[in-house]
C-alpha cells in the first residue's frame, strides 16, 4: 500500500536535512530520498583508506548556522566544534604569515611586511566587519520580486529597507565588492604583496576565476561570514548531517536511503509525488528538492511543466568550478619550511594556504582560463588529525589539499591521460613549502570535477552551487521571479544551495524553505 506523506525531500545533503527535519518538527510527516547510500551530500566523513577517515568533500564547519544549531538541538545528538583559531600563509624564503581572529595579532604579523599596512589594517577590518553584520542578517531573509507590485510584496519589501536603514554605507560597501576584483578592493588599503595575496586567497577558493576578475571582491566578504570561525566537527562533517538526520527522526522525518529520483509526478500543474529509478512512487502534498536548480528542473521535472523564459533562465545558471580535492592518509605532519612556533604562536599550522603571491594566484587561474590545470596549484592543506584524533591512527594524520585551479573540462585532452600529471604539480607545490612531504604519504584518494559530480551529482561542481555573482545573489538566485524557494510548479520547492543565500555547510536555504513552506502549509492540508 502507497503511503501518503506531507512533504517528500528530493536529496539528503545538508541542506534537505535541515528543511525535512524543520518540517518535521513541525508536525508534518516527511519522507527524504537520498540517491547514495549515506545522507550528507558534500558533508559526510568515510574511510577511504583503511584506518583513515576523513570529510571528503565540504572540510570546515565555520558556516553552519547557529540559528540551526540551536534550533534542532544538534549538539544534543553529538555536534561538537573543534575551532582552528589561526591560519597559516607560507610565503617564498621559508617565511610564513599567521592570520588570527584576533585583529591585534594580524596587525602585528603584518607589520613584519608593511609598516603602513599594519597602519591601515584597523580600518580595513572595521571595515570588513560592519560588511558582514550586514550580509549575515541578510542570510536569513526571503528574497522579494522586485518586479511585482502587488500590496503583499510592496509590504514585505518596505519592511526589509526599514530593517536595514541604518546600513547604507555598508549596502554601498557590499556593492562595490560585487562589482570590484579583490585584488582592486584589497588595494585600497594595503600596499604589500604578501598582504594582499593573504586576502586575496579567500576570492579564489572554489571558484574559477582569478584574483583581478570583476566581482571576486564580494567571495571575501563571502567566505567570511560564517559566524562558527575557522573549524572542524569532530568525527569530520558527517558529524553534522548524522546529527541532523537524527533531530528530523527524532521528530518522526523517515529517511531512505539508495533512493534516486528519477522525476518529479505533476498533475494539473502541480507536484503531487515522485517516481523512483525503481520505478516505485511515492506521494506528498508537497515536495522540496535539495538539488541543484539545473538538476531539479532541467532532468526532474518534465519541461511541458515549466516556462519558456525559466528554464532559458535555468540553462543560463552558472556553476562551473575548477576546485579540486585530494585526500591523504600520511605518516607525518606536512612540515612547513621555516616555519618556527615561537614567532608564529601556533603549535602547529593545522590550517594553511600556499598562494604566496598575487601573481601565483593569478597565473595559477591563466591556466585554467585556457582550458588547462595550473602548473602551480594554489592549495590550502589541511590537518584535522592534528586536533581530532578519531579520524587516523595514532602516530599517523589525515591531510586534506584543496585548491585550484582543474577545469572541468580540459581542452584537447582527458582527465583521464592528465589526472596523475595535475596530482604531480600539486605535489611538487607541497614539496616547495613543506620538503619531503611526498615521501609521507602512504594512500590517496584524488577527487576531481567530473569525480565529484559522478559521486554526488553536483552539476559544473562549483564549490558554491553557483557562481556568487551580482546577477546570481538575493533575488537573481537561482532565476529571476523564483529567488523566494517556491517555483514555477505549484506545490514545489527548492530547497538547496541554487539558492539564497548559496553554498557552504550553513544550513540556511534549507532552514529558510522549511519557513516559507511552512507559511504555505494551510493551503496544503
Known amino acids: 500500500m502507497t503511503k501518503q506523506y506531507d512533504a517528500i525531500i528530493i536529496g539528503g545533503g545538508h541542506n534537505g536535512l535541515v528543511c ?17 547510500h549515506i545522507v550528507g551530500g558534500a558533508a559526510v566523513t568515510e574511510e577511504f583508506t583503511p584506518g583513515f577517515r576523513a570529510s571528503i568533500f565540504s572540510y570546515i564547519m565555520g558556516h553552519l548556522h547557529p540559528k540551526v544549531i540551536e ?17 597559516i600563509y607560507p610565503l617564498y624564503g621559508g617565511d610564513f604569515i599567521v592570520f588570527t581572529p584576533d585583529p591585534k595579532k594580524n596587525q602585528e604579523q603584518i607589520a613584519r611586511f608593511s609598516k603602513k599596512d599594519a597602519e591601515a589594517y584597523p580600518l580595513f577590518f572595521q571595515h570588513m566587519s560592519d560588511s558582514i553584520k550586514v550580509l549575515r542578517a541578510a542570510l536569513l531573509e526571503t528574497p522579494i520580486d522586485p518586479t511585482i507590485r502587488d500590496l503583499k510584496t510592496l509590504k514585505e519589501g518596505a519592511k526589509m ?27 585600497q588599503w594595503f600596499e604589500s604583496d604578501v598582504v594582499k595575496a593573504v586576502l586575496c586567497y579567500w576570492a579564489t577558493i572554489g571558484c574559477n576565476v582569478g584574483p583581478r576578475s570583476s566581482g571576486t571582491a564580494f567571495n571575501i566578504l563571502f567566505h567570511l561570514v560564517g559566524e562558527q570561525g575557522m573549524g572542524f566537527s569532530r568525527g569530520g562533517m558527517g558529524s553534522i548531517t548524522q546529527a541532523i538526520a537524527q533531530s528530523g527522526e527524532q521528530h518522526g522525518m523517515e529517511i531512505i536511503t539508495s533512493a534516486a529520483v528519477e522525476e518529479v509526478l505533476v498533475e494539473d500543474d502541480r507536484a503531487i509525488g515522485v517516481r523512483l529509478e525503481t520505478g516505485e512512487e511515492h506521494y506528498a502534498k508537497l515536495i522540496a528538492s535539495n ?38 592518509a600520511v605518516d607525518r605532519a606536512p612540515r612547513y619550511k621555516g616555519f618556527d612556533p615561537k614567532v608564529a604562536g601556533v603549535d602547529y599550522p593545522a590550517y594553511a594556504h600556499i598562494g604566496p603571491s598575487m601573481e601565483y594566484l593569478e597565473r595559477a587561474y591563466d591556466d585554467a582560463k585556457y582550458g588547462w590545470y595550473s602548473s602551480k596549484p594554489f592549495i590550502s592543506p589541511i590537518v ?31 582527465w583521464d591521460d592528465e589526472r596523475d600529471n595535475f596530482v604531480k604539480n600539486v605535489m611538487d607545490v607541497m614539496d616547495e613549502f613543506a620538503p619531503g612531504f611526498s615521501s609521507s604519504i602512504i594512500d590517496m584518494q584524488v577527487l576531481l570535477a567530473p569525480d565529484i559530480e559522478r559521486i554526488l551529482g553536483m552539476p559544473g561542481v562549483h564549490e558554491l552551487h553557483g557562481e556568487v555573482a551580482l546577477d546570481q545573489l538575493f533575488f537573481m538566485r537561482p532565476v529571476p521571479h523564483y ?21 557552504g555547510v550553513s544550513g540556511v536555504p534549507g532552514h529558510n524553505a522549511a519557513r516559507e513552506i511552512l507559511k504555505d502549509w494551510p493551503q496544503f492540508k
Not at 534550533?71 to 591560519?87: A, I, R, S, T, Y
Open 483 to 503: 529567488a523566494d524557494y517556491r517555483s514555477p510548479v505549484r506545490a514545489l520547492y527548492q530547497c538547496g544551495a541554487s539558492t539564497h543565500p548559496g553554498g
Open 384 to 414: 584535522p588529525s592534528m586536533i581530532d584524533d578519531s579520524l587516523a591512527p595514532a602516530g599517523k594524520h589525515v591531510v586534506t589539499l584543496y585548491g585550484g585551479h582543474a577545469p572541468y573540462k580540459l581542452k584537447n585532452a582527458s
Open 291 to 328: 538539488l541543484a536548480a539545473p538538476i531539479t528542473f532541467g532532468k526532474l521535472v518534465a519541461a511541458e511543466h515549466l516556462p519558456d523564459e525559466f528554464k532559458q533562465d535555468i540553462r543560463n545558471y552558472r556553476c562551473m568550478g575548477s576546485a579540486y580535492k585530494i585526500n591523504l
Open 161 to 187: 529597507l526599514w530593517r536595514y536603514r541604518k546600513d547604507v554605507d555598508q549596502l554601498y560597501n557590499i556593492l562595490n565588492a560585487l562589482t570590484m576584483s579583490s585584488y582592486d578592493y584589497v588595494s
Open 20 to 36: 525535512g527535519a524543520y518540517l518535521a518538527k513541525a508536525g508534518l510527516k516527511t519522507l527524504l530520498l537520498e540517491r547514495r
Open 71 to 87: 534550533e534542532l538541538g544538534l549538539k544534543q545528538f553529538g555536534l561538537e566544534h573543534m575551532p582552528v583559531k589561526d591560519v
